[in-house]
C-alpha cells in the first residue's frame, strides 16, 4: 500500500496520504505508516516494506532514510560481515586487513600472516578476538607479535589458527622454544631428535655411547696389534684389517642416512639405527641437551 489515511478522515484513495521514507505501510486503510527498525531502510516514500542495510552499512535508529556507511562510523576501510547491520561495533576490517593499535584506518596483512575478517593488533593473545596470525613456515614472538621471522624448517612453525573470529597462536612445533628466533632450538628439558623436539623423560640414552665406545675400543687394539707383529707378517693382515674396517665404515654410514625417512623402525632395528647414527657424527641420540 505505502499510503495511510489521512487525519480528516477521507474515504477514497485521494485522501490517502504517502507513508515517509524511512517508514513503511502493507495494510490497506491504517491510519499510521511504522518507522523501519533499525539496520532496514526506506529512501522513497509510498514504500511497502523496508530493505536490509548492505554490507558496509548499517542504520543505528529506527524510522532511516538512508543508511550510514562504515568508514563514517569506523575505521576507513572497515565494512560489516553481514547486511542489516544496526551497530558501530559491526564495522570491522576486513579480511586480509588489520586495525593497528591507535589506528584509524585497516592495513595489509604483514607478509607471512593472516587475518581474518574483524583482526585487531590491540586483541593479540585476548579470548574470543581475531588478530593477526602467523602463516604455517613463520613465526612471531609475544614480545613482538607483528614482527615476522620465516623459519628455515617449515615444520618448525605450523603457525597459528583462527575459526569463526577467534584465533588461537601456535608458533613453534612442540616441545620448541617460541622465544627463540625461527623457534630454532628446543626448549628447556628437551632434546632434538632429527627436526623434532622430544622431552627428556627419559634422560640420557647412554646405549648408544656404550656400543661404540666398546666397537672403537676394539678397533684401535685389533689396528695396535697389528701394527706391533712381526714386519713380515703384518702386512698382508694389516691391509686385510685396514681395508674391512674402512668398507665398515662406510657401509655403517650409508645405512644411518635411512635415519632421516621418515620411517618407524620396529626393534632391535630401531635402536641399531640409532647407533648407526653415531657414525654420522650425529649426537642427537646421546640426548647430549638432557645432561645440563
Not at 550510514?68 to 562510523?73: E, F, I, M, P, S
Not at 627463540?180 to 631428535?193: D, H, I, L
Not at 696389534?225 to 674402512?246: F, P
Amino acid at each position: 500500500n505505502g499510503t495511510k489515511r489521512s487525519e480528516t478522515g477521507g474515504q477514497t484513495p485521494q485522501d490517502c496520504v504517502a507513508c515517509a521514507p524511512g517508514t513503511y505501510n502493507a495494510l490497506v486503510g491504517r491510519s499510521a505508516c511504522s518507522p523501519c527498525q533499525t539496520g532496514w531502510f526506506t529512501a522513497s516514500a509510498s514504500q511497502l516494506e523496508c530493505g536490509m542495510c548492505p554490507r558496509g552499512t548499517l542504520a543505528r535508529e529506527t524510522g532511516t532514510s538512508a543508511c550510514a556507511a562504515c568508514t563514517d562510523v569506523g575505521p576507513v576501510g572497515s565494512t560489516t560481515e553481514d547486511i542489516a547491520s544496526s551497530d558501530a561495533s559491526a564495522c570491522r576490517c576486513p579480511s586480509d586487513t588489520y586495525l593497528p593499535v591507535a589506528g584509524e584506518s585497516c592495513q595489509p596483512c604483514p607478509e607471512g600472516m593472516f587475518c581474518v575478517f574483524g583482526s585487531e593488533e590491540e586483541s593479540v593473545g585476548a579470548v574470543d578476538a581475531a588478530w593477526p596470525v602467523a602463516q604455517r613456515g613463520f613465526m612471531t614472538r609475544s614480545s613482538a607479535p607483528l614482527l615476522v621471522y620465516k623459519c628455515l624448517f617449515e615444520e618448525h612453525c605450523p603457525g597459528g589458527a583462527c575459526e569463526n573470529g577467534v584465533c588461537s597462536v601456535q608458533t613453534c612445533a612442540p616441545y620448541r622454544d617460541p622465544a627463540a628466533v625461527a623457534c630454532g632450538r628446543c626448549m628447556e628439558g628437551a632434546y632434538q631428535s632429527g627436526e623434532e623436539c622430544h622431552p627428556c623423560d627419559g634422560g640420557v640414552d647412554a646405549l648408544p655411547v656404550v656400543l661404540v665406545t666398546l666397537a672403537v675400543i676394539v678397533a684401535l687394539a685389533a689396528v695396535t696389534y697389528a701394527i706391533n707383529r712381526d714386519m713380515i707378517k703384518q702386512t698382508r693382515w694389516a691391509v686385510g684389517m685396514m681395508v674391512s674396517l674402512t668398507c665398515l665404515f662406510s657401509a655403517t654410514q650409508t645405512t644411518s642416512v635411512y635415519l632421516s625417512l621418515n620411517m618407524s623402525w620396529q626393534e632391535p632395528l630401531g635402536s641399531l639405527m640409532k647407533v648407526m647414527s653415531l657414525m654420522t657424527f650425529d649426537l642427537s641420540v646421546v640426548k647430549t641437551e638432557c645432561i645440563m
